[in-house]
């Protein structure tokens, strides 16, 4: 008989929670948390990883046209190409300059020149890519570097990124803060949901809790029972809805794969072609840690809520 | 063991306070003793028991119960000591969602005790007071004397310091009365305090031991 057992029956119900402490809805109410806090969380390490990648990418370069680049430079031997490059060269927290030849230009340009070779092409402006050292040099450093570029050879443009990377950036970190918050108000929502199922099991146990009460248990052993089953339906909310979150967030991940694979060019047109990738690739390393951490984190809120909440409710009996 | 100076109740209702259902109580109860309980119909008995199983905490005077200071206790120190008392209450209050043998149990699970032991216990207690037929039947299952039975199985299985008990016999037959008293007795001898509130007045007729009597909350018999 099992009675025999020199143990405490495993999962006895001294106060019959298992019918009071609602196993349908509170893990479906914590399973649509756990859904909302992986689509915030995606959204979190999607903004963080975005913004690295403008950092690091885009950020990091900056283009500098000089028109007329054969002409003689003033003053100086060399043509007005070569002066530019020199000074970049020369210039603290550039890692490296070079100019695009004709047939990078041509492939650039393609879209409105067409085809073929143009005559137009040798009156361009070269174009002179330039790659930024890690951190890169302040917006103040680069406008005195256009300033001393222009009149070195004038009529030559540095174009910099920075302050759409600068506004991408404060776009990138909203977008966190939201998430971040988004996540708060989901956990907070969590908690009260466990904090509603609990006080509903207290009342509709009401006497079975006193009868124990009445018998020696202790406020621990009340709590303990009630934590135990919020623990265990949060968690099991908890993993219905991040794997419900699943299918969602690798469709994002395949849709945000192409901006997140850095820069442009046909490496990364291969890589963003994410349908030939394994599971575990579709998905930043991040999340894949982050996930699993939300049937835990639900089990954390379903305990904790559970016990402060009982440990309370008891306080009124003497 | 029940030590009873100048003791007052009044239940809350609401925020306002109730009238003094127990007024200025002093009495006590030697360790080992035997005390009947006794007065009319809403004399106050049970709210003295409930003082005594601590289910209420006097709202004047001082008591103690077990050798502790009660109005001075924490809370957490009562639990230790409600699982030194055995209580069979007026109502029963037997858990309807488990069955004679688990209800009859509770008071040895949450005292930590092994289940080889609680199944050897429980399966002779339940002989004793003739159910041990029904002991998978839930409350609702058994008759009134039955459920009577198995409330007193549950006050004496973890063998109390003190056992209290309400109107015990009140849906009992005389024979079961009877020897239910003798088990009350046989605890008593063993050392066990015992205080047995009743209307019956046959039973305390004949099992003769000092009476605590009350009247409308005040102690007329049984006074230090
Ligand atoms: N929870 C309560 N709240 C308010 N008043 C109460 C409460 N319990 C009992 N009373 C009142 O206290 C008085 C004493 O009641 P108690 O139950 O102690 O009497 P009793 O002697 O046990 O009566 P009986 O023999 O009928 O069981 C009664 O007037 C009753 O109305
Ligand atoms: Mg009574």
Not at chain 1, 148 to 166: F, H, S
Not at chain 2, 24 to 35: I, K, N, T
Request: glycine share 10%.
């Amino acid at each position: 008989m099992a009675r025999r057992s020199p143990l405490r029956p495993a999962g006895f119900d001294e106060l019959g929670l298992r019918r009071a402490l609602a196993d349908r809805m509170l893990p479906f109410l914590v399973a649509a948390m756990a859904f909302l806090a992986a689509l915030a969380l995606a959204g979190w390490v999607g903004a963080a990883t975005l913004a690295q990648h403008w950092q690091r990418g885009a950020g990091a370069s900056l283009t500098v046209q000089v028109p007329h680049p054969d002409d003689p430079a003033l003053g100086a031997p060399g043509t007005r190409v070569d002066r530019v490059l020199g000074m970049l060269d020369a210039t603290p927290g550039i890692a490296g300059a070079r100019t695009l030849t004709a047939a990078e230009l041509q492939a650039l340009l393609r879209p409105w020149l067409g085809p073929g070779p143009d005559p137009l092409l040798r009156r361009l402006p070269a174009v002179v890519a330039v790659r930024l050292a890690d951190p890169p040099p302040g917006a103040a450093a680069l406008a005195t570097l256009g300033t001393r570029l222009d009149q070195a050879a004038p009529g030559t443009m540095v174009e910099t990124q920075g302050v759409w990377i600068d506004r991408l950036l404060a776009l990138a970190r909203s977008l966190q803060a939201c998430a971040g918050a988004a996540l708060l108000v989901v956990a907070a929502v969590a908690a009260a949901v466990v904090a509603v199922a609990t006080r509903a099991g207290l009342s509709a146990r009401r006497e079975a809790i006193e009868i124990v009460h009445g018998l020696g248990a202790t406020d621990g052993f009340i709590a303990a029972r009630f934590a135990g089953r919020a623990t265990v339906l949060a968690a099991a909310g908890g993993v219905a809805g991040a794997v419900a979150a699943l299918p969602v967030l690798l469709a994002l991940a395949s849709l945000a794969a192409p901006f997140a694979a850095g820069g442009s060019g046909p490496s990364a047109e291969i890589s963003a072609a994410g349908l030939g990738r394994s599971l575990p690739g579709a998905l930043p390393v991040a999340l894949w840690l982050l996930l699993p951490g939300l049937p835990l984190a639900a089990a954390a809120i379903g305990f904790t809520t559970a016990q402060v909440t009982v440990r309370r409710w008891l306080r009124r009996l003497p | 063991m029940l030590r009873f100076d100048a003791v007052g109740l009044h239940y809350a209702t609401g925020a306002t306070p109730g009238p003094d259902v127990l007024r200025d109580l002093s009495f006590h109860v030697p360790e080992g003793a035997f005390r009947w309980l006794l007065g009319p119909s809403g004399a106050g008995k049970t709210s003295l028991l409930r003082l005594m199983y601590l289910a209420a905490r006097p709202t004047r005077g001082s008591l103690h119960v077990l050798g502790s200071d009660i109005v001075a206790a924490p809370r957490r120190a009562l639990p230790g000591l409600r699982l030194r008392i055995g209580v069979v209450f007026q109502d029963f209050r037997l858990l309807g969602h488990l069955s004679a043998f688990d209800n009859v149990a509770l008071p040895l699970r949450l005292a930590g005790r092994g289940e080889g032991q609680i199944h050897a216990d429980v399966t002779e207690m339940l002989r004793w007071v003739g159910l041990a037929a029904r002991s998978d039947a839930h409350p609702a299952e058994l008759s009134g004397g039955e459920q009577q039975r198995v409330a007193i199985a549950r006050a004496v299985i973890a063998r109390p310091a003190l056992l209290l008990a309400d109107e015990p016999t009140g849906n009992l037959d005389e024979a079961q009365a009877e020897r239910l008293l003798l088990l009350f007795r046989e605890l008593n001898r063993l050392g066990t305090t015992v205080v047995v509130a009743t209307h019956n007045e046959h039973l305390v007729a004949r099992q003769p031991a000092p009476a605590l009597r009350l009247d409308h909350g005040r102690l007329i018999e049984g006074g230090a």
